[in-house]
């Protein structure tokens, strides 16, 4: 059973939003008279202050098994992984329900991610969504396989995505929305403790993460295109194998080559470091009342 809701910000040092978040939760004592403990923690407090998303390593991939059984490694992230997994876990920590907040300069709206199909993830995700009918839904299967980010540490919880909004800077509209669909979620988890009745929708949507798509690059690895205006901003809208995808230096427009699909994280700015354009996904529709496939 949940005993706890741990709400982490700042785990890219870079995006504001969450670290601003918490620290008004905390000043207003927004959460102290809630049935279930609701804690905050700054993950990357190093990279917070300096402003910039990772001192040594990109925390948000150091939670695999290796990094935090190994000892004597002096990059701070491993370091700062092993911190947080002794406070929030050990992994599996199945007492506990994680809310890792993130925002992107993708155009995103408001986005709940999942590494997996667990029920109460789940659940709790349509029931945020019932409450604010705009949010995306997305299933990171990848992360179920390598464990390497922060919220890998619980059974229970996802991430919340929100933009787009710059880098090093705080919306106050995206701010308000954050906070909104926080007090759903804490909302269902009291509920759920308590085992007060739920109504939720019949079927969800979400999107699946199929592939990644590749910036066009040149022999040496320099950058040869841009994504391309048709694309820009189109997230979770359908893409066609054949559309235009990328624009050339040389002022060529080059298609889509890969699986047609809806598309995420188009032109986001953090992922430039790892060569990825965007993120294609499949649509499903799940049944609340089993979690099937339909």
Known sequence: ????????????????????????????????????????????????????????????????DDVLSASGC???????????????????????????????????????????????????????????????????????????????????GLTIEVGPIANAVIRHDLLLETEEV????????????????????????AYRVCERVLYPRSASGDLTAMVHKQLQDRDFIWLDTGDPAFFTLQGKTLPHTGRSGYPIFINEAAYYRENTAFIITEQLLLDVDHLKQR
């Not at 504001?16 to 809630?34: A, C, E, K, V, W």
């Not at 992994?91 to 506990?96: I, S």
């Open 182 to 205: 926080i007090a759903s979620l804490v909302e269902f988890i009291n509920l759920s403790h308590h085992q007060h009745p739920i109504n939720l929708p019949d079927t969800l949507t």
């Open 74 to 156: 002096t990059c701070y992230e491993h370091l700062r992984a092993r911190e947080i997994n002794r406070q929030l876990g050990p992994r599996p920590n199945r007492h506990r329900f994680l809310i890792d907040l993130h925002s992107t300069t993708a155009n995103m709206g408001m986005t709940l991610i999942l590494r997996d199909r667990s029920p109460f993830n789940l659940q709790a995700a349509a029931y945020a969504q019932q409450k604010h009918p705009g949010i995306k839904l997305i299933l990171s299967d990848l992360d179920q396989k390598y464990s390497r980010t922060l919220n890998s540490i619980c059974e229970f």
């Open 1 to 64: 059973m949940i005993q706890e809701i741990t709400l982490t910000g700042g785990t890219h040092g870079n995006e504001y939003l969450g670290p601003t978040i918490i620290q008004r939760l905390d000043s207003l004592g927004t959460y102290q008279n809630s049935n279930i403990s609701v804690s905050t923690l700054l993950a990357n407090p190093r990279a917070t202050k300096a402003g910039v998303r990772f001192i040594d390593e990109d925390l948000n991939r150091c939670f695999s």
